[in-house]
């Protein structure tokens, strides 16, 4: 049983760039969360998404944005990169999309803004 | 921004001993839970506590919750070498987002 997996493991970009990150929820799941983790710090809620909607968002500008597909997986775009993007990104998974259920992380995509 | 605050930041103690953790939050919630990240990894889920719950057990987890102080505690019973980590707690106040604290990092010296 495949758990929550991500794409790529680590990228390197330089400021203005866009990027794409891609998650696959664990088996069973259908609702994907995005959350950022800057070094030394908690993980910030980006946005979720649940039957291919986002279904709430987090304190991040538009340069944020995301999409479900029809089999659950996601992908996260992030366009015009600061350098105060630089962080841990990671994926979530859960079934039904309340915050009373456990979620299901991946290992992450360390992003790097030169 | 974190509604969840850990107490201590950092916590070193030996093998064998307890481990006890403070998250203190802001608003009401439906729900708290604690995550376990080990370095360059994902979180892990440890255990989740409803807000009508007072005290859930799990293994060497026990997890306390006083909603009147808006506040939790993890304990680490007979902490291991492999405990070491960061421990998160996450309140759920609104339907879907989970709000994360800052963390503490615990490390465990064989």
């Known amino acids: 049983d495949a758990g929550v997996t991500q794409s790529p493991t680590h990228l390197i970009k330089t400021r203005g760039q866009q990027v794409t990150l891609r998650c696959s929820p664990k088996?069973?799941?259908?609702?994907v969360s995005w959350y950022q983790q800057a070094l030394g710090q908690g993980p910030q809620f980006i946005f979720q998404?649940?039957?291919?909607?986002?279904?709430q968002r987090g304190n991040f500008p538009d340069r944020f944005s995301g999409h479900q597909f029809p089999n659950y997986s996601s992908e996260l775009n992030v366009n015009a990169l600061l350098l105060g993007d630089s962080a841990l990104y990671l994926c979530?998974?859960?079934?039904?999309?309340?915050?009373?259920?456990?979620?299901?992380f991946g290992d992450g995509t360390r992003l790097s803004i030169l | 921004s974190q509604q969840g605050e850990e107490d201590p930041q950092a916590l070193s103690i030996q093998e064998g001993e307890n481990a006890t953790m403070n998250c203190s939050y802001k608003?009401?919630?439906?729900?708290l839970q604690w995550y376990r990240q080990n370095s360059g990894r994902g979180l892990v889920h440890l255990i989740l506590?409803?807000?009508?719950?007072r005290e859930k057990h799990s293994g060497r987890l026990r997890v306390t919750l006083d909603t009147s102080k808006k506040s939790s505690s993890l304990l680490i019973t007979a902490s291991r070498a492999a405990d070491t980590a960061s421990y998160f707690c996450?309140?759920?106040?609104?339907?879907?987002?989970?709000?994360f604290g800052s963390g503490t990092q615990l490390t465990v010296l064989p």
């Open positions: 979530a998974s859960s079934f039904g999309g309340l915050s009373n259920q456990p979620q299901h």
């Open positions: 088996s069973g799941h259908d609702t």
């Open positions: 998404y649940y039957e291919e909607e986002e279904r």
């Open positions: 608003t009401s919630i439906n729900n």
């Open positions: 506590i409803r807000s009508n719950e």
């Open positions: 996450a309140t759920g106040s609104s339907a879907r987002q989970l709000t």
